[in-house]
């Protein structure tokens, strides 16, 4: 069965939303970026028009989705091995973008495209962990954790925008999204003697799910357990606050981050990778 694609993104959520939903956990990044476009606009994530898709099993029902905001990598739920062929197609049909998903589907996906000719370069590999019994780090560095406020909003548009050039995606926006998080309490600084010296942040509940993102600290306040300490925070808050999962990815790049996570309770879920075909 070949993928559908749509523009609407009303139509998608009717047609695949419950199904993104069951799966809340694995489907993290799909639940979060819907959610950003409805509320902020289709220009959420840059100036491309956004796409959605779906991809219907032998028996008519909807067994896969994903979602594409341009200039990013298409962003791919839990799907069926059968579905990766036409996503392979459906690929091509949409230009040869990037593609994010989980590494089984990725893996599969490359060797599609190998066997038509094409190279593949892998762009980044993560990792999804749960939170399972939060362990704050001891000893806490010195400080205190505070929700943000309007008034720390050119110190955060800052350090968002450090933070994506620092993991590869330099786009428009952060005074949009630091404005959408402030609104709801979903950033939190980590403070020292009174100035900022850590951030995270922590998505609006979706699914009964939260993730953590974005971790933040500038590279002179590096190396002093802040960023395990507002972390350990922000998790805490959202488990208290009701979320039934508490999430968050880390760069498969980088052993310090994911070393860091673990120790404050979080556990590994799966990996995702982001993968580009090449001429």
């Not at 959420?44 to 991809?55: K, L, Q, V």
Request: contains cysteine; charged residues 20%; aromatic residues 6%.
């Amino acid at each position: 069965m070949p993928w559908t694609f749509t523009d609407d993104l009303d139509t998608y959520l009717a047609t695949a939303g419950a199904v993104v939903a069951a799966r809340p956990v694995r489907n993290t990044l799909l639940l979060t970026v819907a959610d950003a476009l409805r509320r902020r606009g289709s220009d959420a994530y840059g100036e491309g028009a956004p796409r959605f898709g779906w991809w219907r099993g032998a028996d008519g029902r909807v067994a896969g989705a994903l979602l594409w905001t341009p200039p990013h990598a298409v962003l791919v739920g839990t799907v069926p091995p059968e579905a990766v062929a036409p996503l392979a197609e459906a690929c091509a049909e949409l230009g040869g973008p990037a593609v994010n998903a989980e590494r089984g589907t990725a893996g599969a996906l490359a060797a599609r495209w190998r066997r038509t000719g094409a190279g593949v370069a892998t762009v980044q590999e993560q990792r999804l962990y749960r939170l399972g019994e939060l362990t704050p780090p001891d000893p806490t560095p010195p400080g205190r954790a505070r929700v943000a406020t309007a008034a720390d909003r050119a110190l955060l548009v800052a350090w968002v925008n450090a933070f994506r050039r620092e993991v590869g995606h330099p786009v428009p926006g952060a005074g949009r999204a630091v404005d959408d998080r402030i609104a709801y309490g979903g950033l939190t600084v980590w403070e020292r003697d009174g100035v900022p010296v850590s951030m995270a942040g922590v998505t609006r509940p979706a699914a009964g799910t939260v993730r953590v993102a974005p971790v933040y600290t500038p590279p002179q306040r590096r190396g002093r357990g802040y960023a395990a300490a507002v972390t350990a925070s922000v998790s805490g808050a959202a488990r208290a606050a009701g979320a039934g999962e508490v999430l968050l990815f880390t760069d498969l790049a980088n052993p310090t981050s994911n070393k860091v996570y673990q120790r404050v309770g979080y556990r590994a879920v799966a990996d995702r990778v982001e993968i580009a075909p090449t001429a």
